[in-house]
């Protein structure tokens, strides 16, 4: 457990990673380990078409999941992956079918729907609006940037669906395969929840209640007619919206705050911000309207 800027609880939680229960290459023990060595209170395990429990291992606190596709291989067919978490039953799934009847089982089953790394299955967002129902989405998947995968960052898909009004929680995830020091512990989710429970994990994700992050601290929040993001000490922080030309960029050594106020037309702000080491924080969206 972590306290944040405001003195608030936050659980450390990686939403999306695999063992070699499907095509990862440690054992569920060993990977949960590694993640507890480094401060995770949570994880889910979201083995392709492997469902998980809501357990504990390791005095890690372990959410329900599961990773699954359809759409093949070519990204004009619509390739979803979708990660279900905190289910409280195995979703009726099955290979044959489409991404909404996915999120519906999912749902029906009590879990969450995360749209995994759109920018690696190269959706659009003409194949992501006509579906209902996702949680929340990955602006960054950390396995998507290594070895033959280089395709991390939906940051712009996030921001053309909210030039059209779809706005969806944030995560960053590791997606871990590999664990040679590439893919494991790297991108995570700061959840402030009332314990480190599956139950109070999942409605705090739900709700929203979560920055991601591969290291610093973000906040954002609105102040009359200005929006202001509050960090960790940070190199830069960057305010994004539907304007292309709107973005406001505030570079420094060690700066904590910026303040934005944002244009007439400006559908939404989000926060991007990036520290000394390189490493990237996303706060929420907040739509304007």
């Known amino acids: 457990m972590y306290t944040d800027l405001f003195g608030k609880k936050r659980y450390k939680v990686n939403l999306h990673m695999h063992t070699n229960m499907s095509d990862g290459r440690k054992t569920p023990e060993e990977a949960v380990r590694i993640y507890k060595e480094h401060g995770y209170d949570a994880v889910a395990l979201t083995d392709h078409w492997v469902a998980g429990e809501n357990t504990s291992l390791h005095g890690v606190t372990l959410l329900s999941g599961a990773e699954y596709n359809c759409g093949g291989s070519d990204c004009r067919n619509g390739v979803f992956h979708i990660v279900a978490i905190g289910c409280e039953k195995e979703p009726n799934v099955n290979k044959q079918m489409g991404a909404q009847e996915m999120i519906d089982a999912i749902h029906a089953a009590g879990g969450l729907a995360v749209l995994a790394h759109p920018a690696w299955s190269l959706n659009s967002p003409a194949q992501i609006l006509p579906l209902k129902g996702f949680d929340a989405t990955e602006i960054y998947n950390s396995v998507s940037a290594v070895h033959h995968s280089r395709r991390p960052d939906s940051s712009i898909l996030v921001d053309m669906l909210g ?16 664990y040679d020091g590439s893919d494991e512990r790297k991108s995570f989710i700061m959840v402030q929840a009332e314990d ?5 994990l999942k409605k705090a994700i739900k709700a929203g209640r979560f920055y991601a992050s591969q290291g610093p601290e973000v906040h954002l929040f609105r102040n009359g007619s200005e929006f202001v993001a509050k960090t960790s000490p940070v190199s830069s922080i960057i305010f994004l919206s539907n304007y292309v030309w709107s973005q406001r960029a505030f570079d420094g050594e060690g700066i904590t705050e910026a303040r934005y106020v944002p244009r007439e037309g400006e559908k939404f702000i989000r ?16 739509p304007i309207e």
Not at 164 to 173: D, K, Q, S, T
Not at 196 to 200: F, G, K, S, V
Not at 276 to 281: F, I, L, N, S, Y
């Open 163 to 178: 030039a059209e009004g779809r706005y969806y929680p944030l995560v960053a995830a590791d997606d871990a395969h590999y």
């Open 196 to 200: 480190n429970t599956p139950e109070a």
């Open 271 to 286: 926060v991007m911000v990036e520290d000394a080491e390189g490493k990237m924080a996303w706060s929420q969206i907040i």
